[in-house]
């Protein structure tokens, strides 16, 4: 496309009527100069520089309509959000900036106190669970011995059955109680990763998720050299330029 060609063809020729809002103005203006970009592959003089630069900045304007008239659209919901925000914050609110609800703080202060009761709670039925488990272990180790020691001896034998019963049962109540031990006791389990050795935690980490620590040393890169900095250790630090 020749740089004439892009200065005849600028926004200024696109104008609203009729029944066109200004969305479909918008539309149609972006849609247009969008239309010319695929026509550019190379600048080669002064005019067509200055046609691009032209198409660009008109570009970029019809951006900033279309951004006004979003902003405009959406600012009802926007404060309407706002507004119910501000209005629910002191009942279920939870936020860094402005603290938390009663909803949420009464939570925590009631788990503060519930949590140590439950605690002790399921202390108990864990240790309830577990001598279960010894007796029932004893029992199945008294079956076994009988069924050993019952051969060639009928009374002997049916005595070894009854125990492997008494067994069965012992079995079955200690994972009634182990079950119980661990479910609707009111808590909830959570697994906390305490750093104790930093050397060895980040090569342990290096090894899960190589990427997500390239990824940071990068971005941390990046944030230095946008701040002057322009020798860096693993690092070119390059200078480039990109048209505004």
Known sequence: MSATALSDSGNDR????????????????????????????????EAQHEAATKLYDD???????ADELRKEEVKPLDEAKKAAQKRF?????????????????????????L????????AEKRAR???AAREAKEERAKAVAAMQESSGDLEAREEAERQL???????????????????????RTYWIAEMVDQRKAVATMWKQNPQAFLDLAQELADKAARSGVRELDGFKITETKKAI
């Open 115 to 122: 949590t140590p009761y439950r605690d002790k709670v399921a």
């Open 14 to 45: 696109i104008k609203p009527g009729g029944n066109m809002t200004p969305f479909d103005a918008v539309v149609l203006e972006i849609e247009e100069l969008y239309e010319q970009i695929a026509g550019i592959t190379a600048i080669e003089n």
């Open 165 to 187: 019963e008494l067994a069965k049962e012992a079995e079955a109540f200690a994972k009634r109680q182990h079950k119980r031990a661990n479910t609707g006791n009111g808590l």
């Open 59 to 65: 570009l970029h304007e019809a951006g900033k309509k």
């Open 89 to 113: 914050h002191p009942l279920i609110g939870d936020t860094k900036t402005e603290g938390k609800g009663k909803v949420p703080l009464g939570k925590e202060v009631l788990g503060q106190v």
């Open 129 to 131: 669970a577990e001598q």
